[in-house]
């Protein structure tokens, strides 16, 4: 109990820090936003379809995409499904929600403030089953081997039976005395489940039974202060072949062999956002809200973007060999894969993308705090 009081209270000692006010998309205050100068533009941006889904409030709703269908839902209890842009049903789930969206062909999952878990017929919309997790639900749901993986704000990891709700197991482990708010979905692939924890650890379990298989150091937590000494993944672990890397905040990004835990590199560089990659780089962006692209076998530098300086910049998202980010006043940048170049922009409604962007097809999908769901292409 002691340790989710400093939590919570973190929140309010955090209020005068301006490195974490820098990576808030919610303050209206802090280091002053980059202006945006003109750019050459190379590549051409347009949004496809838009629909609304209700503001976000204070939480973080990140999209689900399923071949060609979008599930999105929001703070008021809105949860819709959009096919090619057409509004295929829209529900509301009878509660505010504050998690989600996780989905797959048969069901779309959300989660409340007050730990509710709700699967919907991905179908139709009709509710499935509910259950209960320990805490709040922050962040969206992950789907896979017949389970439903669930990362509940206490920092608890938990898997339900995705054919009625039933809990599987349940994999929790020592925190640290402060830790920062987390939206980051775990991943499910094949037999494992990856997730970050407080304190830099990048954990495996098993999908079978919640079993810890490896740990990971993301994080070496170092200074004289319990505040200097957060050292979180905030964001959710990206896979390569048999290399998975993940980034954390005051801390590394590193790189990890999938099977084994043993570290392949690592380098100093703090983020809150997360990151990204592709066949050549690991891209991420750092609490600044620089844009970098690194050499997958060794962490070597190739390129940086620094142009975009606290604007709050989301993680990164290569496509069709050019790199997305957004930001907090809802501008989509697209650079060159090669260089880092500004290639194309693309406003939205004017409000944060605080919510990781999505692949959708040849195009990127997102979803404002204000509501706005879009299907952005650039080429």
């Given amino acids: 109990m002691s340790k989710c009081l400093a939590a919570v209270c973190l929140?309010?000692?955090?209020?005068?820090?301006?490195?974490?006010?820098?990576?808030?998309?919610?303050?209206?205050?802090?280091?002053?936003?980059?202006?945006?100068?003109?750019?050459?533009?190379?590549?051409q941006a347009r949004v496809i379809w838009r629909e609304s889904v209700?503001?976000?409030?204070?939480?973080?709703?990140?999209?689900?995409?399923?071949?060609?269908?979008?599930?999105?839902?929001?703070?008021?209890?809105?949860?819709m499904r959009i096919?090619?842009?057409?509004?295929?049903?829209?529900?509301?789930?009878?509660?505010?929600?504050?998690?989600?969206?996780?989905?797959?062909?048969?069901?779309?999952?959300?989660?409340?403030?007050?730990?509710?878990?709700?699967?919907?017929?991905?179908?139709?919309?009709?509710?499935?089953?509910?259950a209960k997790a320990t805490s709040e639900i922050l962040s969206p749901p992950a789907l896979g081997e017949g389970?439903?993986?669930?990362?509940?704000?206490?920092?608890?990891?938990?898997?339900?039976?995705?054919?009625?709700?039933r809990r599987k197991w349940i994999y929790q482990r020592p925190m640290p005395a402060l830790a920062l708010r987390v939206t980051a979905a775990p991943v499910v692939d094949g037999k494992l489940v990856f997730v970050g924890f407080p304190g830099g650890k990048l954990i495996a379990v098993s999908a079978a039974n919640g079993a810890a298989l490896w740990d990971g150091a993301v994080a070496l937590p170092k200074g004289t202060t319990e505040l200097d000494r957060v050292a979180d993944i905030t964001s959710t672990p990206v896979i390569s072949g048999r290399t998975i890397c993940s980034v954390a905040f005051q801390g590394r990004v590193a790189c990890f062999d999938l099977s084994?835990?043993?570290?392949?590199?690592?380098?100093?560089?703090?983020?809150?956002?997360g990151l990204a990659i592709d066949a050549r780089y690991l891209y991420v962006t750092d609490d600044k809200g620089s844009v970098h692209a690194l050499d997958m076998a060794s962490g070597a530098s190739i390129w940086k973007q620094d142009k975009l300086l606290n604007r709050r910049v989301s993680a990164p998202l290569p496509?069709?060999?050019?790199?997305?980010?957004?930001?907090?006043?809802?501008?989509?940048?697209?650079?060159?894969?090669?260089?880092?170049?500004?290639?194309?922009?693309?406003?939205?409604?004017?409000s944060p993308v605080v919510a990781p962007l999505q692949a959708l097809g040849r195009s990127l999908l997102l979803q404002t705090s204000n509501g706005g769901v879009y299907a952005i292409e650039a080429q």
């Fill in 11 to 43: 929140a309010f000692v955090l209020a005068g820090c301006s490195t974490i006010e820098s990576i808030n998309p919610f303050v209206s205050h802090g280091p002053k936003m980059a202006e945006l100068k003109p750019i050459t533009v190379s590549a």
């Fill in 54 to 79: 209700g503001k976000s409030d204070l939480y973080a709703f990140t999209p689900a995409v399923v071949g060609t269908s979008v599930y999105a839902a929001s703070a008021n209890g809105t949860v």
């Fill in 83 to 130: 096919d090619d842009g057409a509004l295929a049903w829209k529900i509301n789930a009878g509660q505010p929600l504050s998690g989600g969206v996780g989905a797959d062909a048969q069901m779309v999952v959300v989660g409340s403030p007050k730990g509710d878990l709700l699967a919907f017929s991905s179908a139709d919309g009709t509710l499935l089953w509910k």
């Fill in 147 to 165: 389970l439903v993986v669930v990362r509940s704000g206490d920092n608890r990891l938990a898997a339900y039976d995705a054919q009625d709700g």
């Fill in 260 to 273: 084994t835990g043993n570290l392949i590199w690592a380098r100093d560089m703090s983020s809150s956002a």
């Fill in 319 to 350: 496509l069709r060999g050019l790199i997305a980010v957004a930001d907090a006043q809802g501008f989509v940048h697209f650079l060159s894969r090669d260089d880092g170049s500004f290639v194309a922009r693309q406003p939205t409604d004017g």
